[in-house]
């Protein structure tokens, strides 16, 4: 079983930048690859992007490409999502996901919620106009 908790949210202006953490446990981390995802009232969650076990690939939303950064500290056991140039359509709870099923980096995408088998208590990002 793996916990999740997650923190860095809160409230920033536009054009500005925050830092999310998401600390792991209960299973050793370099075994799974983990995903970032959030979502806004009323909306979907949607994938913002995902890292691999080792932290050597990753994969991102055009939404966010080249703003977010997404690494991993396998020694802290813990992820990060670096937003940068922040926009008002970030706002949302941002959740950290970990992917407990695969055991490698793979072409498929992981996109998807249910690609992956826990995520943190959620995390809310609020960016001012």
């Known amino acids: 079983q793996v916990q999740l908790v997650e923190s860095g949210g809160g409230l920033v202006q536009a054009g500005g930048s925050l830092r999310l953490s998401c600390a792991a446990s209960g299973r050793t981390f370099t075994s799974y690859a983990m995903g970032w995802f959030r979502q806004a009232p009323w909306k979907e969650r949607e994938f913002v992007a995902r890292?691999?076990?080792?932290?050597?690939?990753?994969d991102y939303a055009d939404s966010v490409k080249c703003r977010f950064t997404t690494s991993r500290d396998n020694a802290k056991n813990t992820v990060y999502l670096k937003m940068n140039s922040l926009k008002a359509g970030d706002t949302a709870v941002y959740y950290c996901e970990g992917d407990l099923r695969t055991p490698r980096w793979t072409k498929v995408k992981k996109r998807r919620v249910t690609d992956y088998d826990c995520w943190g208590q959620g995390n809310q990002v609020t960016v001012s106009s």
């Open positions: 890292i691999s076990q080792n932290g050597g690939r990753t």
